[in-house]
């Protein structure tokens, strides 16, 4: 993962499509990790076993602000043969500043949906974002 944050400030989320350099195919298994952080929110999702149908995930979200904001994480995945981007259920902390949750979990779309995968971290008020990164493997 390293300690190289990528920061982006997300204004429209259907704008965000940044590509990584590698493809992952179904005839091979790697590893990765995608994090980075907002004013408020921090996170970080690891991957193994990743495929371009499946991939195990472990990951937490910290609440780094006393703002009144909950924060999430999730995962973001492209279809490189359609560039059709995924966006994955939130992971959501509600246990205020200073506060981590961590999970774990997998994914395993029906289509080839995986070449491409990230994490997506994210202040949420109600149901709407008020900041957010992504940052891929």
């Given at each position: 993962?390293?300690?190289t944050?990528?920061?982006?400030s997300?204004?429209?989320?259907?704008?965000?499509?940044?590509?990584?350099?590698t493809?992952?195919?179904?005839?091979?298994a790697?590893?990765?990790?995608?994090?980075?952080?907002?004013?408020?929110?921090?996170?970080?999702?690891?991957?193994?076993n990743?495929?371009?149908?499946?991939v195990?995930?472990?990951g937490?979200?910290?609440?780094?602000?006393?703002?009144?904001?909950h924060?999430?994480?999730?995962?973001v995945?492209i279809?490189g043969?359609?560039g059709?981007?995924h966006?994955?259920?939130?992971?959501?902390?509600?246990d205020?500043?200073?506060?981590?949750?961590?999970?774990?979990?997998?994914?395993s779309?029906?289509?080839?949906?995986?070449?491409?995968?990230?994490?997506?971290v994210?202040?949420i008020e109600?149901?709407?974002?008020?900041?957010?990164?992504?940052?891929?493997?």
């Amino acid at each position: 993962m390293g300690n190289t944050f990528k920061r982006l400030s997300v204004t429209c989320l259907a704008a965000v499509a940044i590509f990584a350099t590698t493809t992952v195919t179904n005839a091979s298994a790697a590893s990765g990790g995608a994090a980075c952080s907002v004013t408020g929110a921090s996170g970080s999702l690891t991957f193994t076993n990743w495929t371009a149908t499946h991939v195990d995930i472990s990951g937490w979200v910290k609440d780094t602000a006393a703002d009144g904001h909950h924060v999430a994480i999730r995962l973001v995945s492209i279809d490189g043969g359609t560039g059709w981007v995924h966006e994955w259920p939130w992971h959501s902390n509600y246990d205020g500043n200073g506060s981590t949750v961590s999970f774990t979990t997998y994914a395993s779309p029906t289509g080839d949906d995986l070449d491409y995968i990230g994490a997506q971290v994210a202040v949420i008020e109600g149901g709407t974002i008020v900041r957010a990164c992504t940052d891929y493997a």
